[in-house]
Structure formats: structure tokens, C-alpha cells
């Protein structure tokens, strides 16, 4: 008995201490730390587990989730500095075995089980770059494409719409009618008036006009300055050729002068009406209209032609 007794309190206390470092060991102390990866990423955090069958455990600082980051993936590891490092227990020493004999023999001293404290060898620091902290399962921000500028298509071009206000310039002559024309001659006309749409197919024109006659046998001569506000009637077809039709009404004077021995000069006010129609082109239109008129109580007509430019 007095042999057994100090065996039994040796062994008591190597497994004490055993089952003391065990668990210390096992578990280990969480650090501070940021993780690298070989793509680029960086997790900030507290590094749970270096041991971890699936590779390294690390609570994101930024986020709180727990990532599982494989050896394969991780480029290095930097912790903080004097962060503490999780320690290693050393195998603890075999009991010796106790042996029953009659014989008394001198108890040996056992050394009781110690905790060696391992150091890790620590990794070389990565320099510290001042790049933002980011989870590496969080994908990069995708680039905006710059916006390309709109480009006309070749059917936004042809669905332009035509030019609908034009100047016209032009001239021509002008055939009497009625009792006028069995004492003049066709004379002549000219015209210069500006249009503008008003609409898909209208158009307003103002302007003015003068038609000169000579008389047939004497020296006699009249002419007519008059003004002009038509509606023109038509559609717009760029590139081709565009009937029109007209509605107007005149308004002016005429000026007749006599031969020698008979009464002189004549100016009269006249006003009236016309109809008429056209073709335009591009730069060129024709057109002919016929005009009523009233002058001093009598009513005289007339037909001028015109050809000329619009632009």
C-alpha cells in the first residue's frame, strides 16, 4: 500500500493535465487577420479555424458571414500583430505500468505531463496596399458601357419630311379674254410670292403681279399692278413632280394710257378672284390660272401663264 499510493497520485495527475490540454489545444484562439486570394479578392476578419478539414474558416469582418476558403484558393495570410496564436499540445509521456510484487521497491519519480506551447512560424508580411475590403464572393462592380451615340438610319433619312415653304419667282404672258381680247394682244406677266405650309397639304401664298397689253392697232397700252393672297392644294412628294391647285383673289390698280389726241392716262382700282393649278418640281413649277376682274364697273378677265423657279 504505502508503494501504490504514490503511483495512483502520478497517474491522477497526468491525466488530469492531459485532459486539460487536450480541449485548449483543440479549440484554440480566434485572431484577427486578413486572407489573400489568388484572384485578386480579400476577406478581413476573424480567422476561426486553420485546421478545418475543408481549409480555413474566417468570419468577414465587413459582412459577418463565415466563409470556407480552400488551401488551393489562398495566395497568404497576414494576421495582426501580437494576436495570439492557437497552441499545440505535445503528446503527453505513456504511464508506467504498474507492477504488483511482494517486494518492495523505491517508488520512481515520473514527471507529470507538461503543455509545450509551439509557436507557429510566422508567414511573411504582405505589404499592406490601401485597397477597399471586400468579400471575395462578392463579384467586382460590372463596368457601365459608355453610351454609344444614336445613329441616323438610312429610313429616318427617307421619312424626313419635305420643305413646304418656298419663294417662287417666275413669268410668262398673259392672254386676254372676253371683249378685252378682240383689242390687245397676249402680253405679258410676272410674279414673285412666298409660300408657307400651313399643313400636310396646304399652303398660304402672298405676293405680287403685273400683266402688261399693247392694243392691237393703235398705241394704246394697259397693264394691271395687282397683289395676291392664294391657297395652294397639294401634297408634298420630295424628288417628283406635284400637281397643285389654287384659290386666290387679286386686288390693285389698273393704269391705261392712250395715243396722242385721245383722252390721256386712266388709273382705276381693280379687285377680283382667281382658280387656277400648277406643277412643281424640285426647283421649277408652272402654272396657269384664270382672273376675273373688276375695274371701274366693268369686268374684264384675263389667263397668265407662268413658268419659273421656287427655292
Known amino acids: 500500500m504505502p508503494t501504490f499510493t504514490p503511483r495512483l497520485a502520478v497517474m491522477l495527475v497526468a491525466f488530469g493535465a492531459i485532459s486539460t490540454a487536450a480541449p485548449l489545444a483543440a479549440q484554440g484562439t480566434p485572431t484577427m487577420g486578413t486572407v489573400y486570394l489568388k484572384e485578386g479578392g480579400v476577406i478581413h476578419g476573424q480567422i476561426l479555424s486553420e485546421n478545418d478539414p475543408n481549409g480555413v474558416r474566417i468570419k468577414s469582418a465587413k459582412s459577418g458571414t463565415t466563409f470556407v476558403l480552400k488551401t488551393v484558393w489562398i495566395d497568404s495570410i497576414v494576421k495582426a500583430p501580437g494576436a495570439p496564436t492557437a497552441l499545440a ?21 515520473i514527471p507529470a505531463a507538461s503543455t509545450v506551447a509551439v509557436q507557429s512560424e510566422p508567414m511573411p508580411a504582405k505589404p499592406v496596399v490601401s485597397v477597399p475590403v471586400v468579400d471575395a464572393l462578392d463579384p ?13 438610319s438610312k429610313s429616318s433619312a427617307e421619312k424626313k419630311p419635305a420643305k413646304f415653304s418656298h419663294w417662287y419667282v417666275g413669268g410668262g404672258g398673259s392672254a386676254p379674254t372676253g371683249d378685252m381680247s378682240s383689242g390687245t394682244d397676249i402680253g405679258y406677266t410676272g410674279m414673285l410670292a412666298y409660300a408657307a405650309g400651313v399643313g400636310k397639304m396646304t399652303q398660304l401664298r402672298l405676293g405680287g403681279a403685273g400683266n402688261y397689253w399693247s392694243a392691237s392697232a393703235s398705241d394704246a397700252n394697259a397693264y394691271d399692278l395687282t397683289g395676291t393672297f392664294d391657297v395652294l392644294f397639294g401634297k408634298r412628294i420630295p424628288g417628283f413632280v406635284a400637281p397643285y391647285g389654287l384659290l386666290g383673289g387679286v386686288g390693285g390698280v389698273r393704269n391705261i394710257s392712250a395715243p396722242p389726241g385721245f383722252v390721256g392716262n386712266t388709273r382705276n382700282p381693280l379687285y377680283g378672284a382667281r382658280i387656277g393649278g400648277g406643277l412643281n418640281s424640285r426647283r421649277l413649277f408652272i402654272e396657269v390660272s384664270y382672273q376675273k376682274v373688276w375695274v371701274d364697273g366693268t369686268t374684264s378677265g384675263y389667263v397668265p401663264f407662268v413658268f419659273g423657279f421656287r427655292f
Open 89 to 109: 499540445s505535445a503528446p503527453a509521456p505513456a504511464p508506467a505500468p504498474a507492477v504488483t510484487s511482494p517486494v518492495s521497491a523505491p517508488a520512481a519519480t
Open 140 to 152: 467586382p462592380p460590372a463596368a457601365t458601357p459608355a453610351a454609344q451615340p444614336a445613329k441616323a
